[in-house]
Nanobody
Framework: QVQLVESGGGLVQAGGSLRLSCAAS????????LGWYRQAPGKQRELVAG???????NYADSVKGRFTISRDTAKNTLTLQMNSLEVDDTAVYYC???????????WGQGTQVTVSS
């Protein structure tokens, strides 16, 4: 059974930093696409940052230069370092894994990030 457990969310003032972690069990980081998505109230879920099977990293334009995604293949952990946080970054953040070979997506339960002005 695959489980993704996020941690690290919370309340922070604008300009501050948070580090989100996603611990994966039941799946290895081989042949997968990894990513962090977020969903703000009244808005669609959007990709924040992703890592392709080949290790190529991409970011949403709104977070480039502020957020950094990384993975630890040995520990099956995905991390999102968020710096210079803005009020518009307030959302529930979700960890995401797509296992390519079986065409299956997995989602974490989400962690709330709230940025105050």
């Amino acid at each position: 059974q695959v489980q993704l457990v996020e941690s690290g969310g919370g309340l922070v003032q604008a300009g501050g930093s948070l580090r989100l972690s996603c611990a994966a069990s039941g799946v290895t980081f081989v042949g997968v696409v990894l990513g962090w998505y977020r969903q703000a109230p009244g808005k669609q879920r959007e990709l924040v940052a992703g890592i392709s099977t080949g290790g190529i990293i991409n970011y949403a334009d709104s977070v480039k230069g502020r957020f950094t995604i990384s993975r630890d293949t040995a520990k099956n952990t995905l991390t999102l370092q968020m710096n210079s946080l803005e009020v518009d970054d307030t959302a529930v953040y979700y960890c995401y894994i797509r296992k390519i070979i079986i065409h299956t997506d997995y989602w974490g339960q989400g962690t709330q990030v709230t940025v105050s002005s």
